[in-house]
């Protein structure tokens, strides 16, 4: 029984979960750190929701004052030791000294940072402000790198910027649907609402997903096709749908001839007959017939629109697979107007904005290579340091660093590694050969296990900042209550820094902060906390102040000029089913539960997601004496667990899925380290594995 009093006051945010970016109003009661958010309510004025909100961000909030929650700095000498509560200056002189002595002792490569998409753009910014200017090196990477990280190489490939080209009121406009590795109803549901009064005006739907997901047949909505595209074989899909439309005449010739480059070459490449939908049955596992008409009815029924999530990303060519729709795109002139375009459905509230700031290892704010003179000169000006021309390491990259003994320290801010990033005992493994590791987070999470160092960070709730959702919208998080924890995210870094010997890490509020970026990044320049406050939010680029925002991008000409078409070579992954590991585990989330689940495992929402299930087909689940409710174990080359079995058409045969929001279960001790040629993106979507019932009474 929830008791509701009265609120005393509101405040205006922004949901901190999925990508869509809800805006709400927080109805509080009482002021000071122990202020208690009495309801969530759905804004009617947020740009990306219009009153709409779904479970997580209604009802999933309480994680903010949960008893879990560590309120002070910790430290240890190892990881066998008891933490001991110290004061702010002792922890921050702690990682300062700690990283220094590291650097003086291994190099300046030795340490390195990891930034949080569920953190704010001002909390990124100085993150790797601070990795790239008081490190003095490029070893600064965001969890973006294990999901959307193909996103950003393989559409700054082809048009110029590393965003999706559509606000999320553009679906209105569309007459067809391609929807491709993305379940909006459990992942982005206020989105998937507007989608789905779409299709019942009468839009049409393609779902290509191995797993029978809602959208394909639902109340009112159903789709014209359900293309059930075996794991690792999407190149080969959007090759065989491009190479219909081409070689039937069904492509936009003068948008291919007026607006793109390399137009003969990638015509000549998609029209091959390997390429076709019966040369590629065998891979995708999809009826040729059913394909063509598909392909077909993609390119004459209108404004063509394509949408996609980690199903798309999650694999050995994630990166391939983003250039291969973005052809399909451009070959049939579905771009730079309401209506079509290429939309990843991002995963978290900020992953968009982790990526703007230059979280990345090789990329300044604004997705600038570290290696552009001009681009590194603003910041050395500013900063008064001379900076690392080379990139950095990526996450994969540190932990082989750090068992090769290179790399030996790590600051880590909310980011749980030790469940979210594959193969889990090759995680576990580096970060125990790390020397310090220092986890700023709400909770201690699995990787605090391995960690010297403790720094409480803060809930949305109590952030003053701002978030960029899916649609590159900037939206305002405003502070509920005052930190918990005495300091504000970004205050903490900053100290860290100054620790280290950099000074210019000084700003009276988080608006100072916003007010860097927009003076050294051309498509944020015309953005302020007082601009956002008076219009609501704005979507990038904002080049200057005159400037409200671009809903739609690449009108007219794209980013980079001329869209590049690109010749997407389907190569198969080399995980492959095999007779120990005869069948293929995807993986993905559920409504009630986000991502390892630390914030709504702490909420009323895990009763509805207890635990973490494994759907089986009934043929597969027959043959090995399985049913639902059996504890089954599910093992891989490099790990295995024990989970809970829902035997589930919703399944093709050969292919089991699974979720990750629990650590007991530990999905991730079997998914192995294959990920993306371009990005390292981890191939979390192909898994060979056995299912068995659990040798457990
Ligand atoms: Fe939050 Fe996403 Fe739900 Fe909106 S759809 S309320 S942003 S979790």
Redesign the pocket.
């Known amino acids: 029984v929830v008791q509701l009093g009265m609120p005393t006051r509101s405040v205006e945010t922004t949901?901190a979960?999925?990508?869509?970016?809800?805006s709400f109003r927080a109805d509080v009661q009482g002021d000071g750190p122990d202020a208690k958010v009495v309801r969530m309510v759905?804004s009617k004025n947020g740009g990306?929701?219009e009153g709409h909100?779904?479970?997580?961000?209604?009802f999933a909030y309480g994680y903010a004052a949960h008893k879990d929650r560590q309120l002070s700095p910790m430290v240890r000498d190892t990881i066998d030791d008891e933490w001991r509560k110290v004061s702010w200056d002792e922890a921050i002189a702690k990682v300062a000294d700690g990283f220094k002595a590291l650097q003086a002792q291994h190099g300046v490569a030795a340490i390195g940072g990891i930034s949080s998409s569920r953190c704010t753009n001002e909390e990124v910014y100085v993150v790797q402000k601070m990795v790239r200017a008081a490190f003095g090196n490029n070893n600064i990477d965001t969890c973006a790198r294990v999901c959307h990280s193909p996103t950003g190489y393989g559409l700054k490939q082809t048009f110029g910027t590393s965003a999706g080209t559509q606000d999320f009121k553009s679906v209105e406009k569309s007459d067809v649907i391609l929807l491709i590795g993305a379940n909006p109803t459990d992942a982005?549901?206020?989105?998937a609402s507007r989608m789905k009064r779409r299709l019942r005006e009468g839009a049409r739907l393609i779902v290509a997903d191995p797993r029978r997901i809602d959208l394909v047949r639902s109340p009112h909505v159903e789709a014209a096709y359900h293309l059930p595209v075996l794991p690792g074989s999407n190149v080969a899909f959007v090759n065989s749908m491009a190479h219909v439309i081409v070689t039937e005449g069904l492509h936009d010739e003068e948008f291919v001839r007026e607006r793109c480059e390399d137009a003969d070459e990638y015509l000549a490449f998609i029209a091959d007959a390997s390429n076709s939908p019966e040369a590629m049955a065998s891979a995708t596992g999809i009826d040729p017939d059913e394909l063509r008409a598909a392909a077909r009815m993609f390119a004459t029924a209108g404004n063509g629109a394509i949408y996609y999530g980690l199903g798309v990303t999650e694999h050995s060519q994630g990166s391939t697979m983003v250039m291969g729709m973005a052809n399909l795109a451009m070959v049939t002139g579905n771009i730079g107007r309401e209506g079509v375009g290429v939309n990843p459905l991002r995963g978290q509230?900020n992953v968009q904005g982790s990526c703007d700031m230059g979280s990345f290892p090789h990329e300044f704010p604004g997705y600038r290579h570290v290696s552009i003179d001009h681009v590194r000169a603003t910041y050395e000006q500013l900063w008064g340091r001379t900076l690392d021309p080379e990139p950095g390491l990526r996450i994969p990259n540190m932990f082989d660093a750090a068992l090769a003994g290179t790399f030996r320290g790590l600051y880590v801010q909310g980011e749980d590694i030790a469940q979210s990033d594959p193969n889990t005992q090759h995680v576990e493994a580096a970060l125990r050969a790390m020397d310090l590791v220092v986890v700023q987070d709400l909770f201690l999470n699995e990787t605090a296990r391995f960690a010297h160092v403790f720094l409480p960070g803060t809930s949305f709730l109590e952030k003053d900042g701002t978030f960029t959702n899916a649609e590159r919208r900037i939206n305002r998080v405003r502070p509920v209550f005052p930190s918990k924890v005495g300091m504000d995210e970004w205050e903490i870094t900053c100290a860290i820094g100054r620790a280290m010997g950099f000074d210019d890490m000084r700003y009276a509020a988080a608006s100072e902060i916003m007010d860097e970026i927009a003076a050294t990044t051309p498509t944020f320049a015309g953005v302020s906390f007082a601009r956002l406050d008076e219009l609501g939010s704005m979507q990038w680029p904002v080049y200057d102040e005159k400037s409200t925002g671009t809903p739609i991008m690449h009108i007219g000409e794209f980013v980079r000029g001329k869209g590049k078409l690109m010749e997407t070579v389907f190569v198969p992954t080399t995980e492959r089913s095999t007779r120990k590991f005869p069948l293929i585990l995807t993986t993905g989330r559920i409504l009630s539960q986000?991502n390892v689940g630390a914030q709504t495992r702490r909420t009323p929402n895990n009763t509805w997601h207890p635990e973490d299930v494994l759907e089986i087909h009934p043929a597969d689940a027959e043959v090995r004496g399985i049913s639902t409710g059996d504890l089954v174990d599910l093992s891989s080359r490099v790990g295995s667990t024990t989970l809970r079995a829902q035997v589930s058409e919703r399944m093709p045969a050969g292919v089991v899925y699974t979720t990750f929001h629990h650590p007991v279960t530990g999905a991730n001790v079997v998914t192995t380290e294959n990920s993306d040629w371009a990005t390292n993106c981890p191939e979390y979507k192909v898994t060979a594995v056995q299912v068995g019932v659990a040798n457990v009474r």
């Open positions: 949901c979960y999925c990508g869509v970016g809800c759905p990306a929701n909100s779904c479970v997580k961000g209604r982005h549901p206020v989105f509230n986000y």
